[in-house]
């Protein structure tokens, strides 16, 4: 699969936006993609005007019902971070209209980036099925929304 510009996830191209300012390693498929000029780095959650570090944050009932107005995010002092959350997957939305991307590769896990697993709440650790708002709003404008780890072009980038 041939791809063109894709938006990623900035963490995952090693930015430090990441709720515990860790940085991750870079992958070496997504490197390619931003040494061709192809990557199109982006966290939601500092664009939507989080700070890092943060405290951490889970979705418990997934994007989808935080795009339908009946979930939220909070984080695990309790506090509703839902309007960042939706303030940061709108300009997601908007940036990759902007620039005609057909693919985004987020962070699996994410509340925002999510796209097979989010958290469930507890802060425990424990995963569930679903994704975060970044990733169901991505898919509910028609942009392919990858992981890290089943991105199809990263044999072939």
Avoid: W
């Avoid at 000029?37 to 943060?54: N, Q």
């Avoid at 569930?128 to 028609?142: C, I, S, Y």
């Amino acid at each position: 699969m041939a791809v063109g510009r894709v938006l990623i996830s900035a963490c995952l191209l090693g930015l430090c936006v990441r709720y515990n300012a860790k940085t991750l390693p870079i992958h070496p498929h997504l490197a390619a993609l931003a040494a061709q000029g192809r990557a199109i780095p982006y966290c939601p959650e500092v664009a939507g005007g989080l700070p890092t570090p943060r405290p951490p944050a889970e979705c418990p009932t997934g994007g989808e019902a935080v795009l339908a107005g009946i979930g939220q995010v909070i984080n695990d002092e309790g506090q509703d971070l839902t309007s960042h959350f939706l303030a940061g997957a709108r300009m997601a939305l908007q940036t990759a209209q902007e620039l005609q991307l057909e693919t985004a590769v987020l962070k699996e896990g994410s509340p925002s980036c999510g796209s097979a697993y989010i958290y469930d709440g507890s802060f425990s650790g424990k995963r569930v099925q679903g994704m975060g708002v970044t990733a169901a709003l991505l898919r509910q404008a028609g942009i392919t929304v990858f992981s890290e780890d089943n991105f199809p072009g990263k044999n072939s980038v």
